[in-house]
């Protein structure tokens, strides 16, 4: 059975930091293309960034970029999101994806954890 457990989200001032974490059961993060997205109150969810096969292969949203910085721990089997200068349009739901192929592409979704920056 896949799992995937995010943490790290909280309250932060504009301009704090915050780190965030994905780890899974059930999976390998290390094998295969793991996301971050974000859905904010009444908006649709957004792809943040993507880290595709090798660690060296990502992608960030233009919102993000310069900001937020994604890596891997194949030892831990989990996924870090490093969040700096936050703004508030940085709140939202913040949810780790993988996807698996198989026989054909499969996601997996954790149940996402909320951020918030406020004064």
């Known amino acids: 059975q896949v799992q995937l457990v995010e943490s790290g989200g909280g309250l932060v001032q504009p301009g704090g930091s915050l780190r965030l974490s994905c780890t899974a059961s059930?999976?390998?993060?290390?094998?295969?293309?793991v996301n971050w997205f974000r859905q904010a109150p009444e908006k649709e969810r957004e792809l943040v960034v993507n880290?595709?096969?090798?660690?060296?292969?990502?992608s960030y949203a233009d919102s993000v970029k310069g900001r937020f910085t994604i890596s891997r721990d194949s030892a831990k089997n989990a996924v870090y999101l490093q969040m700096n200068n936050l703004k508030s349009e940085d709140t939202g739901v913040y949810f780790c994806?993988?996807?698996?192929?198989?026989?054909?592409?499969?996601?997996?979704w954790g149940q996402g954890t909320q951020v918030t920056v406020s004064l």
């Open positions: 994806n993988v996807y698996v192929f198989t026989t054909e592409w499969d996601a997996y």
């Open positions: 059930g999976v390998s993060l290390s094998g295969n293309p």
């Open positions: 880290l595709g096969y090798t660690d060296d292969s990502t």
